[in-house]
Each structure stands twice: as C-alpha cells, then as structure tokens.
C-alpha cells in the first residue's frame, strides 16, 4: 500500500506521541473521531477513531489552514481549507472556505460542497459508492433575512434515471449502509405531501411523515404487527415524570441506612443502579452495576419498587424497552445551587442496546 507523506507524518507522530487525543508538531494538530449516530466525537487513542483529522498552516495565505482527515487504511477521507481564525484547537474544530471533498472508502468521492464565510454556498453534489450522481443541494444566502435556506434540486436514482428535475418529482433517501430509508415527493425544492421510511433498527418499523412547504405536520409509525403510532417526534427517549435529576435526587434521599449499617457514604456513592424501563413504561429488571452489600441491596430495591412509572422510549411512535443506567453520586458545585448527575439510557432489541439512526 502506498502511503502519502502526509499519512506518514501521520503514523510517525502517532508513534511519537504515544497515541494521546491531540498531538501538536511544530504547526500540525492532529485529532481522533470516532463516528456516531449524529455525527462524530472526539476520542482519545486511534484505536478507538474511525479517522484522523489533521490540520496544518496554509502555504498560500495565513489566513486559511489546511484540513485533511484520514481513514485508518491512510486513504484520503476529506480535504478542505478552513478560516485560521475559527481554529478552535481543543476541539479540531474549523469553519470552510471554498471547495470541500468527501470520499468513500473506496476513494471514489461521496460529496462535492462549496463554503463561503462558513456556510455552505451554492450547489452540493452527492454520488452513489458506484460514483453516479445521486442528489444535488441549492444552497442559498437569502439576504433580506440574513439567512441561508437549502432547496432540492435534482435527485437520481440507482440506475442513474432522473427522479426529480429543478426541485419538482420524487426524491429518495438512505442510511449509512445505502438502504433505502425514505421516499417522496417535493416541489420547488421543498418536501411536500406524504413521505413513507423504514426504520432497520429494533424491529423494523414503518413510518409516515406528512409535510407542507418542508414543515413536518403529523407522523404515524407501524410496529412489525401492524399496529398504529401517531407521533410528533421523531425520537423520544424514556423519562420520568419529574425529569432525570429529580428522579435521582428522589431515589438517593429516601436511601436510610439503619444506625448501625456497616454500609458507608462512600458505598453508597460509590454504587450504579441499573435497570429496564418496559414498553408500557413500568420499571423493571432492577440490578446494580457492581455488587453492593446485602442490607445495602435490599433498601435500594424496596425504593425501586415505590418508583412511579417513565414515559416509554418511542421511535416513530413505537414504544421500545430502554436501559437505563444511573450513578448515586450526586456531584455539587461548589458556590452554586448546581449538581451533576451521571447517566445512560439505550433503547434495547432482543435485550441488547442499539444505536438509533433516525432520519
């Protein structure tokens, strides 16, 4: 495999380095991402990256800097020219300037967008993994409201047949892995009328959006059995009633230990409860994240059995079961009415957490 000099920079500073989250050479920043479902992160070793950002001074113009990300295999992911003066260095982050490329994998190239002071400007070109077109974005200043808007301008299918010309047909939409995810019409480059989805996450689910002039009016969803599921949100996660931090602060002062309990503060603290918030919103399946003491147990599932019901997790209306994850240390800031708490929750498909992938 043939490597550029920049890739080689790349893995000789890595070395170097000892793998830490941001590595500064001379006036080169290097960063790891790790992708996710809305986007992509910050993380802290290559292992645990999808791609390697690296940021290096502009040979033309100190007012410009060069970003170039990687995929792991060295191949080029993206190449763009950021605005120095936006360099935000703890975070890798940078606004563009001109022409940007993302590429697939393969290297064939995945989208074309042009930026100006930021914003994207002008046309933006998709392509399918085969390298046919696939969509174009108008983007827009509109400046009597000092705004920018987005139009759909034209849209291709697999077999390269145009679908939609000049902002008026059909378009369709897809996931990472190039599923087929939503469909429908548009006019004037804007979404209109009946959309219909399919969810290929726990148990797959069928969706409806209905929109007028781009705005989402109603939304109903179907289970694998058929069942109906009017929704307004996308994607709502499993709450309590009171809200999360109610819910724990609630929990950890009703905990009374009998005098003489051998169970400490720092026990207590030290514990994560863990458990399942059910289709229909009760509680159940309640454990701990490590063992605790017996009588220390016994105390905390006769308060999980007093908790009162959650809104279920739902998407696309359909109810989920969801895990759910808290720590008993309440952190308080110091001067301040402010506390922290640590928490997760992950809707789950045969017992096992997903990611949601929504549209």
């Excluded at 920079?9 to 006036?27: E, K, T």
């Excluded at 930021?118 to 993994?129: C, H, I, N, V």
């Excluded at 109610?246 to 009703?254: H, L, P, T």
């Excluded at 019901?309 to 969801?322: A, D, L, N, R």
């Amino acid at each position: 495999m043939r490597f550029s000099s920049a890739f080689k920079r790349i893995v000789l500073l890595i070395a170097f380095f000892s793998i830490i989250g941001v590595v500064n050479a001379q006036d080169t920043a290097m960063y790891f991402f790790r992708n996710i479902a809305s986007g992509c992160r910050l993380v802290q070793t290559v292992d645990s990256a999808d791609f390697i950002r690296v940021i290096t001074p502009s040979e033309s113009s100190e007012k410009f800097v060069n970003v170039n990300e990687y995929f792991k295999n060295g191949k080029l992911k993206f190449k763009a020219i950021g605005i120095a003066e936006s360099f935000r260095k703890s975070k890798g982050l940078v606004s563009y300037q001109g022409s940007c490329i993302d590429f697939f994998p393969s290297g064939k190239r995945r989208v074309i967008a042009n930026f100006k002071d930021g914003q994207k400007d002008g046309l933006e070109y998709f392509y399918y993994p085969d390298g046919k077109l696939y969509l174009v974005i108008n983007h827009k200043e509109i400046k009597q409201y000092a705004s920018h808007e987005s139009f759909i301008a034209d849209c291709y299918d697999r077999n390269g047949n145009q679908i939609c010309k000049d902002g008026k047909g059909q378009v369709i939409e897809y996931n990472n892995e190039y599923n087929d995810i939503i469909s429908g019409p548009v006019d004037k480059g804007k979404r209109e009328g009946e959309w219909n989805g399919t969810f290929f996450g726990p148990d797959t689910i069928k969706y409806k959006f209905i929109y007028k002039k781009d705005v989402l009016k109603s939304g109903v969803g179907y289970d694998k059995l058929g069942n109906v599921y009017p929704f307004k949100d996308s994607y709502n996660t499993a709450k309590p009633k009171k809200g999360y931090y109610d819910f724990i602060i609630d929990f950890k002062r009703n905990i009374k230990m009998p005098k003489n309990s051998g169970v400490s503060k720092a026990m207590i603290d030290s514990a994560t409860i863990v458990f399942i918030v059910g289709k229909e919103g009760f509680l159940k399946e309640f454990e701990t994240f490590k063992p605790v003491p017996a009588e220390l147990m016994s105390v905390l599932k006769m308060i999980f059995d007093k908790c009162e019901k959650w809104e279920p997790t739902s998407i696309y209306g359909v109810p989920m079961e969801t895990k759910v994850a808290f720590s008993l240390n309440v952190t308080s800031y110091p001067n301040s009415n402010h506390m922290r708490i640590n928490f997760s929750i992950a809707p789950l498909h045969n017992g096992i957490p997903v990611e949601t992938y929504l549209y």
